[in-house]
C-alpha cells in the first residue's frame, strides 16, 4: 500500500472515530453493495437484434464518440475493461435488445438460450444480471403506444414479449444465484392533448395484469414497474404516470423503479424512496442526472446524488432497494461514462454511510434543529477522500484519477480501431 494513502486514511479514520463512526466497518459493508450498470451506456441503446433501427420511444442519445462497441463481444471487454476500474462486485443489466443469437428471432420469440452467453460470462465474471423488456426502437412501438395499445395485434405482440422477458430473468436468477430485476417502462403517451385519459390506462392495466398473470419464484426475479411524466414525443400525457405505477405496484405487490429523470423539475427520488418503500417491499432506481429535462447525463457527486445515498442509508432502506444507473451520453468516452457514474454511486453512498447516523437522529427528535444543521454542514468537510482512497487501494482498483490513463490508452489500443 502507498504509504500516502495510508497515512491520509489513519488520519481521516481518527476525525470520523471522534465522531463515532468506523471507517473500517463502513468500508466493510460498503463491498457488499452492488450497483446494477446499464449495458445500454456501452452502444448508445442499439443492441445486437436489429440493425439500423433508430432508437424510438422519446428517449435520445446525442453525440458520436468513436469506438461504440457493435458486437457482444466488444459490449462485454468493454464492460469487464470498466469493472476492472469499479470497486467491489457488480451487477450489468441488460435490455431485450443485447440479446446474443444468429438466429433471426423477434422480440416475441425471444428464448432464456438466446441469452446463454450473457450467463456464461456472468458466471465467470461473478457478477449478478438485471433485465429489460425493450418495448421502443421496433416497428410495432411506431404508433407511440405498446401494451396499452388499441390496437389488438399490437398489444399481443408486447404482451408476448413482456412474458418472455420474465422468463428469461427467471432463467438468470435460477443460473447466477440472485435475484435478477426486470423493469418495466413503456413509452406509451400521446404528444398532444387527450380525449380520453382512462382507457389507455385502463388497456394497459389489463395487459400488465396478463403479463404477471405467471408466478415466478420470487428468490430468482422481482418485477419492478417505471412511470414518467413525459417523453419527447408524449409530452401531453403519458399512461404510466407516476401514480399509476405506484399504484399499480403496491396492489400487485410489485416494486416501482424511480428514475430521477422522471418527475417535475423540483420533484427529487429521494424524497420518494423512504414513502414508497413504507408501501411496498422493494425498490428500483434508476440513478441518472436530468439536465432540464429527462437528458440521461452521466451520474455526478451532486446535491440530489447525496440526498438519494443519505434516503438509503439513513433509513436502512437500502437492504430493500436494488440500485440501477440509467444514463447514456454517447459524446465522451463510453467506458470513462460507466466508470465516472458507477464510481460516484459508490461513492456517494460511502459519504452517507460515513455520518453519525443514530447521533443525528437524535438530536433531530430532541428539536435542536440548529445543531442538526450546524453539524450536517461541518460534516460535509470531512476527509471522504482518504477513505474513498483506501477504499479503491484495498479493492484493486486505480486511485483518484489514475484510472483515466488506463481508459486512454484502451480508447487508443482498441476502441479507435473499430469501424
Ligand atoms: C426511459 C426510461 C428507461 C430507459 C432504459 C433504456 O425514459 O428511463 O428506463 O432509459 O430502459
Ligand atoms: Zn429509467
Known amino acids: 500500500m502507498d504509504s500516502s494513502i495510508l497515512k491520509a486514511y489513519e488520519l481521516a ?16 459493508k460498503l463491498k457488499n453493495i452492488k450497483i446494477s450498470i446499464n449495458c445500454w451506456q456501452g452502444d448508445d441503446v442499439n443492441g445486437f437484434l436489429f440493425q439500423d433501427i433508430a432508437l424510438s420511444g422519446g428517449i435520445q442519445t446525442t453525440g458520436n464518440y468513436p469506438g461504440k462497441a457493435s458486437t457482444p463481444a ?5 464492460i469487464e475493461q470498466a469493472l476492472s476500474l469499479i470497486p467491489g462486485k457488480h451487477k450489468l443489466n441488460l435490455h431485450a435488445i443485447y440479446a446474443d443469437t444468429d438466429e433471426k428471432v423477434d422480440l416475441d420469440e425471444l428464448e432464456p438460450r438466446h441469452f446463454a452467453s450473457w450467463v456464461e460470462w456472468a458466471k465467470q465474471k461473478g457478477i449478478g444480471l438485471d433485465f429489460n423488456p425493450t418495448c421502443f426502437s421496433h416497428p410495432m412501438a411506431d ?3 405498446t401494451l396499452s395499445s388499441a390496437d389488438e395485434k399490437t398489444r399481443r405482440f408486447w404482451i408476448e414479449h413482456c412474458k418472455r422477458c420474465r422468463k428469461i430473468a427467471d432463467y438468470f436468477g435460477r443460473e447466477l444465484g440472485q435475484k435478477c430485476v426486470t423493469n418495466f417502462w413503456f413509452p406509451d403517451g400521446y404528444k398532444d392533448i387527450p380525449v380520453d385519459r382512462q382507457a389507455p390506462r385502463e ?25 414518467k411524466v413525459f417523453g419527447i414525443g408524449a409530452e401531453s400525457y403519458t399512461v404510466i404516470s ?18 430521477a429523470g422522471h418527475y417535475h ?26 439536465v432540464r429535462w429527462d437528458s440521461d447525463h452521466v451520474v455526478i457527486l451532486d446535491d440530489e446524488l447525496v440526498a438519494i445515498a443519505q434516503s438509503l442509508v439513513r433509513t436502512g432502506l437500502i437492504n430493500r432497494t436494488h440500485i440501477g444507473l440509467d444514463f447514456f451520453d454517447a459524446s465522451i468516452n463510453r467506458i470513462a461514462a460507466w466508470v465516472i457514474g458507477t464510481r460516484n454511486m459508490i461513492k456517494a453512498l460511502m459519504r452517507a454511510m460515513l455520518e453519525p447516523i443514530e447521533a443525528l437522529k437524535k438530536i433531530e427528535l430532541d428539536g435542536d434543529y440548529t445543531s442538526r444543521l450546524a453539524l450536517t454542514e461541518e460534516y460535509k468537510s470531512y476527509p471522504f477522500g482518504p477513505v474513498w482512497d483506501y477504499y479503491c487501494e484495498t479493492m484493486n482498483v486505480p486511485v483518484r484519477e489514475s484510472w483515466l490513463d488506463i481508459v486512454k490508452n484502451y480508447e487508443k489500443k482498441i476502441l479507435t480501431e473499430r469501424k
Open 203 to 227: 388497456r394497459m392495466k389489463s395487459a400488465l395484469d396478463e403479463v404477471f398473470a405467471e408466478e415466478y419464484d420470487g428468490r430468482y426475479s422481482l418485477d419492478a414497474i417505471e412511470s
Open 242 to 259: 407516476n401514480e399509476f405505477a405506484v399504484a399499480y405496484a403496491v396492489s400487485h405487490s410489485k416494486a416501482c423503479c424511480l428514475d
Open 74 to 78: 466488444q459490449l462485454r471487454a468493454d
Open 13 to 28: 479514520k481518527k476525525a470520523y472515530a471522534e465522531i463515532g463512526v468506523d471507517t473500517d466497518s463502513v468500508l466493510d
Open 265 to 290: 423539475p423540483t420533484e427529487v427520488i429521494s424524497d420518494k424512496i423512504p414513502t414508497v418503500l413504507l408501501f411496498t417491499d422493494e425498490l428500483l432506481l434508476h440513478v441518472s442526472r436530468p
Open 143 to 145: 404508433s407511440g403506444f
